[in-house]
């Protein structure tokens, strides 16, 4: 069985570009969330989407935005980048509900120079 | 709202124990445990529910008390396998799953 893909796995932009990154959830989950690691920091809640709706946000700023396709794969964008948006972002999808794991994909490293 | 982890970091010999607690300022629907090696994704390592039942590997253990939101994963005979960083997230509910910001866990021979 697949697991959690995230592409690309690395990504140089420059400050003020956008940039997007893809997830492809194991097959028969509905729920994707994004978290951001920066160094330190754990692992900050982004975004979570189900069943193609956007569910709950962290405290990130609006030009940290997503989607979720009919397919359940999703994709996360950063607008008007800045270079503190430099970290490791993962992505993990799961069955709906209080008492299903979470898969992590290996994560996208976005450098902002 | 972040759970809130401790200790922030422990050095252990191969061999002794640990005890990694998590504890939540909202009432909590499940806990969940997760291991992330360096340069690695994070992997599962346990959910405990209200009520007291528990879906996980067999060789770690962890306790939940509902009424204090607090959560406990106990590591015994530490390996040098078990080095890395541990998370507990919170959620379940409406607002989804969040992780603390992890205890690094250094095993030495």
């Known amino acids: 069985e697949a697991g959690v893909t995230q592409s690309p796995t690395h990504l140089i932009k420059t400050r003020g570009q956008q940039a997007t990154l893809r997830c492809s959830p194991i097959?028969?989950?509905?729920?994707v969330y994004w978290y951001q690691q920066a160094l330190g920091l754990g692992l900050q809640f982004l975004l979570w989407?189900?069943?193609?709706?956007?569910?709950n946000r962290g405290n990130f700023p609006p030009r940290f935005s997503g989607r979720q396709f009919p397919n359940y794969s999703s994709e996360l964008n950063v607008n008007a980048l800045e270079l503190e948006d430099s970290a490791l972002y993962l992505c993990?999808?799961?069955?709906?509900?209080?008492?299903?794991?979470?898969?992590f994909g290996q994560g996208t490293r976005l450098t902002v120079v | 709202q972040q759970p809130v982890q401790s200790p922030q970091a422990v050095i252990l010999r191969e061999g002794e124990d640990a005890v990694i607690n998590c504890s939540s300022s909202?009432?909590?629907?499940?806990v969940h445990w997760y291991r992330q090696k360096h340069g690695e994704a994070p992997v599962f390592l346990m959910i405990l529910l209200k009520g007291g039942e528990q879906k996980g590997h067999e060789k770690i253990s962890a306790s939940f008390n509902e009424k204090k939101q607090q959560s406990s994963l106990y590591l015994t005979a530490s390996q040098l396998s078990y080095s890395g960083t541990y998370f507990c997230?919170?959620?379940?509910?409406?607002?989804?799953?969040?992780f603390g910001k992890g205890t690094h866990l250094i095993i030495q021979p």
């Open positions: 997230g919170t959620g379940g509910g409406a607002d989804g799953l969040t």
């Open positions: 097959s028969g989950h509905t729920s």
């Open positions: 909202k009432a909590l629907y499940s």
């Open positions: 989407y189900d069943e193609g709706e956007e569910r």
């Open positions: 993990a999808s799961r069955y709906r509900g209080p008492n299903t794991e979470a898969f």
